[in-house]
């Protein structure tokens, strides 16, 4: 059968047979770029693992004098993640303002236990926030985890 390819324009189809006809063509187009290997977009690829920091305990030690504004705070940072996490930051944050201490690189399931002397200058109710890669600078399978915080009473 021979056809003439001006006769055979989609101006000659009605809409149903226009549409049946694109589809078809996007088939046959997509078809040839798989067996090429040009269709990469369309085929889902596995995400790579990443790592998870995450601050997985907080806690205050206090001098004798229960009464003294000095603490000690005491973090780990943990990465639960998949994958190594290069060197990051951790922020602490109180009401006297905040701290950046720098966090070697951890592998998957490895932590660092650090701590920050505080002398909070007064007594009464306080908090410190910790927060692991607080700038965002490592791309993470999850960066909603990455803060917890510690209430606590001085001289109360």
Known sequence: MHFNMKSFSDSNLTAPAKQHYNVRTMKIIMIGLLASGLLIGLVA???????????????????????????TVVYIIFNQGKSPCPASATKLTSQNGSVIKQVPPLKPGESLTTTLDYDLAKTGNHWVKVSADYNNRIKESNDSN?????RFSIGN
């Open 45 to 71: 690829a596995a995400k790579p693992p990443l790592p998870d920091l995450i601050v997985k305990k907080v806690t205050i030690k206090r001098p004798a004098d229960k009464k003294s504004a000095k603490v």
């Open 146 to 150: 990455n803060d917890n915080t510690i």
